[in-house]
């Protein structure tokens, strides 16, 4: 009944649901056409209530609530324009996708049926309350009142989200626990934005930059999608229940023709993807890159950077309208960090820097002494924070789904490293050595020369197989996965460089009280920093064994391998004085987020376990076992007969005897307390799961198509 004509359907949608716009239209009339631009609101409030929400938005000034009222009616209005009869706080609870209640503008008026009127007010707009109870909380609420609350976040532009019959206006919000608590991811992200702003100004400071100077950090992700047709999806329990397949022999063909990266994108999909830009244009979403990627049915969407609290919003939605558009065409995209295994897994590369609010880029090495000087400095900052945080590195991205991809061989490793290029490497160890200058210009530097080095623009060569890699005027931390809200990672990344900036302008303070030059105490700093913390750099092949021996006992760096060992990392008293003295989460506030990452990843393998149990028993032993009745009635005798009913007959009891296993360990759950769970899910059920699988992967490849039930990745992969 699920054999519907595919590609009728993409046909259909093809006609009636398309959203495409011409260049021009592009350009003069589509681009953040839903979104309530500062613009719109310019000419929608009175020059007062504008100006002062403006110094909210630009200079994150303490809000007017006087001003909430005119500000809710322009917003209704603009929205009602737009076609939106709901509006909703939209914003980013610790489950890590995004959350909704809409309301209608609509209220009825007076005590008789009949007459009503759109409204909205500033109470409405400020705050709202939706059932906290609802979403988890890591025990936040457990000793106070179950109630939480949503709070607009003027920082984030307010949008139109449409639907085939409709609209809703969404407001960026925050979610907090009536005691102050956050309860989601964005509250610590904005706390860190403002923290980064605290640390490097006073730096900036002394670099020269003008008073009012005001810091962010940049970021831009890149989306690492697979597109499957829809009937196959709905063939595939695995895929609905858990996002991954659970089963699956390796096709003959796999990525090792390497003629997917960068080939002709499918009609059918290039269709999609200019579908789902147009949507995102009209959301002021600047997405700018999109091309195949290394697996058979895998692709990519990267977005011009933004301010990283703005990227994290954007990154949300990216994921979103990618999940309904495809629908649209007849395909499921698949977000999960690795669906299908032996291909290439999923990730979501967060490009990061730190700029201020005139442009500058402050890990851009810059054409003169004095812009190499900053750029030496900060960049010496991120090298530090990474070192000494590479457990935090390692636990933002922990869970079940990124664990199928770090540490396998085709994706980043485990073990957090920095790789930077031969030439900025080179730079480094010549301030080390005193040598000064650089591979380009060492003669005209000299020896001891306090003359710091001309930096070639995009001094960064490529290396795929770095966690975290200098690309020339950033950095991309390539371990967080595709699924995953890039908003802790940011957090994290914020918060180790604000801290590690603040350190290293104290020793730079240090060495200018003593009458240094400002070069001077920069070469000093960089020197101490880059000789304290080198071994944190890795320039070679990050896949390789020789490199886990040598980072983990030549270099001590921390190999976290699985997200048990992650998660249980990231309340440490180290991070607990890092993230409380800073003010992005307190001590409890950290405990919650431990608390529901462990959950979520003993919920995640313990679905895995039953539906892998359930599968087995349902649809794979019995296509052996129907193929092992159908030859039983061959009468003749036959070597092939024999020959395939004894393979059969093996496997199926092989398979029966680890499903046996696997009933078991899901049915035991190795303790009362979260972390005993997800220990238990790790150590017992993921092997059994892995058994299971062997067996059922041999089946695949004698059991007769006819009987197969589950789509193969032949076609999963191949059919487009
Ligand atoms: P590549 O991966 O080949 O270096 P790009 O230089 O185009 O490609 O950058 C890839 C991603 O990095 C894009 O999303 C881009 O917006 C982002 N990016 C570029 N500059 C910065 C920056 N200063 N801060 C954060 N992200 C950046
Ligand atoms: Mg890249």
């Known amino acids: 009944q699920l054999n519907f004509d595919v590609n009728a359907v993409a046909r259909k949608w093809r006609v009636d649901a398309k959203q495409v716009a011409s260049p021009s239209e592009l350009v003069n009339d589509l681009f953040a056409s839903d979104v309530l631009t500062l613009e719109q609101l310019s000419t929608r409030l009175s020059k007062p209530a504008f100006k002062s929400l403006r110094a909210t938005v630009q200079r994150g000034e303490q809000l007017d609530a006087s001003i909430a009222d005119t500000v ?43 007459s009503a009127i759109m409204s909205f007010s500033g109470k409405e707009l400020i705050q709202a309350e939706p059932d906290a109870s609802s979403f988890p909380s890591g025990g936040l609420r457990a000793t106070f009142e179950a109630r939480g609350y949503t709070a607009w976040d003027p920082s984030s532009p307010a949008f139109i989200v449409r639907h085939a019959n409709g609209a809703t206006l969404c407001i960026p919000s925050v979610f907090a626990s009536w005691t102050g608590e956050a309860l989601d991811l964005k509250i610590p992200l904005l706390r860190s934005i403002e923290a980064l702003n605290q640390a490097v100004t006073p730096a900036m400071k002394l670099f ?37 397949t659970l089963f699956g022999a390796k096709p003959p063909r796999g990525q090792e023709l390497e003629d997917h990266y960068f080939g002709a994108i499918p009609d059918r999909v290039l269709s999609f993807m200019t579908d789902a830009e147009t949507q995102l244009y009209a959301l002021g979403i600047p997405v700018k890159t999109r091309h195949n990627e290394v697996a058979p049915g895998q692709f990519e969407i990267a977005p011009i950077f933004e301010n990283s609290n703005i990227a994290a919003d954007h990154q949300q939605l990216i994921m979103q309208v990618l999940r309904t558009t495809a629908r649209k065409y007849g395909l499921v995209c698949l977000m999960h960090e690795k669906p299908f295994a032996g291909v290439n897994g999923s990730g979501k590369h967060c490009n990061w820097s730190m700029g201020t609010d005139a442009g500058e880029n402050l890990l851009d090495p810059g054409d003169t002494p004095s812009e190499n000087m900053q750029f030496l400095f900060f960049c010496s900052a991120v090298i530090k924070a990474v070192d000494e945080h590479q457990d935090l590195l390692r636990s933002c991205v922990a869970s079940a789904s990124n664990d199928h991809r770090l540490g396998a061989n085709e994706a980043p490793p485990a073990i957090i490293s920095i790789f930077l290029g031969a030439e900025l490497t080179d730079i480094f160890e010549r301030i080390v050595s005193g040598e000064g200058g650089s591979r380009h210009s060492a003669g005209l530097m000299g020896l001891g020369s306090q003359v710091l080095p001309e930096i070639p623009v995009h001094a960064g060569d490529r290396n795929r197989t770095s966690p975290f890699a200098f690309t020339g005027n950033k950095f991309e931390f390539r371990a967080v996965g595709s699924s995953q809200s890039i908003s802790f990672p940011t957090t994290v ?91 992005i989460l307190n001590e409890r506030e950290l405990a919650a987020r431990q608390e529901i990452m462990y959950d979520i990843y003993f919920k995640t393998v313990n679905i895995e376990g039953e539906t892998t149990e359930y599968l087995a028993q349902t649809q794979i032993l019995p296509a052996a076992l129907s193929y092992l009745a159908e030859l039983g009635e061959v009468k003749v005798g036959s070597k092939a007969v024999d020959g395939v009913t004894r393979e059969l007959v093996g496997l199926s009891d092989e398979l029966y005897a680890h499903l046996q296993t696997l009933r078991e360990q899901n049915e035991a759950l190795g303790g009362e307390e979260v972390h005993e769970k997800a220990h238990h899910m790790r150590d017992h059920v993921l092997p059994a799961m892995q058994d299971v699988r062997a067996a059922a992967d041999k089946l695949e490849k004698i059991v007769s198509a006819k009987h197969w039930t589950l789509p193969t990745y032949r076609q999963m992969l191949f059919v487009k």
């Open 72 to 114: 809710a009616l322009a917003m209704k209005t603009w929205a009602m324009e737009k076609g939106a009869t709901h509006y909703t706080h939209w914003f980013q609870p610790l489950t890590g996708s995004t959350a909704e209640k809409h309301d209608s503008f609509l209220n009825p008026t007076g005590d008789h049926v009949g």
């Open 208 to 244: 020269g930059a003008s008073e009012g100077t005001r810091v962010s950090s940049t970021l831009g992700a890149e989306q690492e999608y697979f597109l499957i047709t829809e009937e196959y999806y709905y063939r595939r329990p695995d895929l609905v229940m858990t996002g991954r």
């Open 493 to 583: 990344l914020n918060t180790i460089a604000a801290d590690a900036v603040l350190k290293l302008t104290a020793e730079l303070e240090r060495h200018l009280a003593a009458g240094t030059t400002l070069e001077q105490a920069v070469t000093e700093v960089v020197k101490d920093t880059y000789k304290t913390y080198q071994r944190i750099i890795f320039n070679g092949d990050g896949y390789s064994t020789a490199w886990h021996e040598e980072a983990e006992h030549g270099r001590k760096l921390l190999n976290l391998r699985t997200s048990i060992e992650a998660i249980e990392a990231l309340h440490s008293p180290k991070n607990i004085e890092l993230f409380g003295q800073l003010g």
